[in-house]
Structure formats: C-alpha cells, structure tokens
C-alpha cells in the first residue's frame, strides 16, 4: 500500500518555526480537500488545518495566525509553515486528505522544547 510521507519535522525553541511537507500518492489529490493533523502524546488524533481543491483555507483556533497550509498540486504535496511555536504544538503531524482517503503515513515528530 502506498502511503502519505511526511517530513520536515525536527526539535524547536519556543518562537521558532518549521516549514513540514507532505507527499501524496495517486492522481486524485488535486480534487481533493487535504489537512494536517497532529497527536499529542496521551491525546487523540486532531485536524488543525484544511485546504479545499480550490485552496480555500480553515485553522482551528488553536493555530490561526501562526500556521499556514499551502499545496502544489503539480507537485502532489501539500505544506505547513509552522511559525511562533509553543509548547502545546508538540506533537506527531500527519497529513491526509479531508475526509481521510489514503492510508495514513508514518507522521513526522515536532518537538518545542527549550
């Protein structure tokens, strides 16, 4: 099975930023809605931001203002500028499409620690 690969992750101060991407498989991926989600250790899996196919974008409250989502749809890949990190955005980020359509990927790790 083919799945969603997401990279970019890494160990940050807090303030600082990080830019994750995320590949996807298949020929679909244009007309579909895609979103980064994130789990916390100890808590459930949650979306934090969507881009429709026409790149209208949606953050939850949580996010808005400090990350952006992005895609190139030549490229498959949908993106996430992560600016003035916290401590609460530690956590595994995931893409998938919105709904979830393709097989979930290995997540990438995001840690802001001092």
């Known amino acids: 099975q083919v799945q969603l690969a997401e990279s970019g992750g890494g160990l940050v101060q807090p303030g600082g930023s990080l830019r994750l991407s995320c590949a996807a498989p298949?020929?679909?991926?244009?007309?579909?809605?895609m979103g980064w989600y994130r789990q916390a250790p100890g808590k459930q899996r949650e979306l934090v931001t969507t881009i429709t196919s026409t790149s209208t974008t949606i953050y939850a409250d949580s996010v808005k203002g400090r990350f952006t989502i992005s895609r190139d749809n030549a490229r498959n890949t949908v993106y996430l500028q992560m600016n003035s990190l916290k401590f609460e955005d530690t956590a595994v980020y995931y893409c998938n499409s919105v709904p979830e359509r393709y097989y979930w990927g290995q997540g990438t790790q995001v840690t802001v620690s001092s």
């Open positions: 298949g020929s679909r991926f244009s007309t579909y809605a």
